[in-house]
C-alpha cells in the first residue's frame, strides 16, 4: 500500500501523539485508585497531544489552516486547505482506564476531506484513507459490512449524558433503532465508532450534536471503503452539521428512516 507524501505526515503526527497518549494512559490507571482521580492529568494529556500533532502537522505544511479542539483555530495563508484534529476521541474512556480512544486528523481540500488517519494506540490500529487510493487498518484493505438487513445488523451510537441536550429525542430514536436491529453498541468514541462501520465491524452507526474533529478522518474512512455518510436527513453537506449516520448503501437508508421516525403519540 503506497502512501502520499501528504498521508504519511498525517500518520507520523498521530502515532506520535498516540505515543505520548499510551505513556499518560499508563498513569491514568495508576491514578483511578487516588482520591483526586486522573481528571487534570488526562486534561493535560489531551493538550500535550494536540501540540504534538499541531507542530507536525504545521511544521510539515507551515500554510494550511489548523482547527484542533483544544486551542485556537489557525486561519492559515492557502485559503483551500486545513487540517481538522481531535487529538484524544474518547476521553472519558481514556479517563476510566477503558482502552478505546484514538488520534483523530483529517485533511480538507476546499469543502472536501481529502485524507483522514484514526490511531487507536491501546489496539495499534491505524486506520488510513485518500481520496482514491481506498482505506486500510494498518495494511489490510478495509470495507464496509455486506449487510442489506437492519435484522442482521449491529449499529452503534453515541448515548448524550450530563450537560449534552436532546436526551428525549435520542430515547425516542434508541426506541424505534433498538427494535429493528441485532444488537446496539456504545463504544465512546466516534472515531473509533466510524472505523469500525469502514471496517464493516458496526453496519452502522449514528450520532447528533457533534464537532467537525469528531468525524472529519471518518468520512473518508467510511467512504473509500465503499460506506456511505450523511447528515441525519440525508444531506451530503454535513461537516459544520454535526450529526452524522453511516453505513453501507442499505444499512445507511434504513437507519435515516428508521431514527427520523416521529415520536409515537401518547
Ligand atoms: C466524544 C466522543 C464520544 C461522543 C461525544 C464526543 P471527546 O468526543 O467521541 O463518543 O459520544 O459526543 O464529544 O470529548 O472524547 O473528544
Ligand atoms: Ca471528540
Ligand atoms: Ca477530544
Redesign the pocket.
Known sequence: MARSALLNVMVQAAMKAGKSLTRDFGEVQNLQVSLKGPGDYVSQA?RKAEKIVREELLKARPTYGFLG?ESEEIKGTDGSHRWIV?P???????LHGIPV?GVSIALQRGSEIVAGVVYNPASDELYTAEKGGGAFVNDRRLRVSARKNLSDSVIGC????LG?PQHGKFLVQLRHVMGEVAGIR????????LAYVAAGRLDGFW?E???P??YAAGIILIREAGGFISGMKGEADFLEGGDICAGNEHIHKALLDVANRPVPKA
Open positions: 489531551d479542539e481531535d484524544l476521541d474518547g476521553t472519558t474512556n481514556f480512544f453515541g448515548v448524550p449524558h449534552r456504545r463504544m465512546g468514541s466516534v472515531a473509533i465508532d450520532e450534536y457533534l464537532h474533529w469528531d
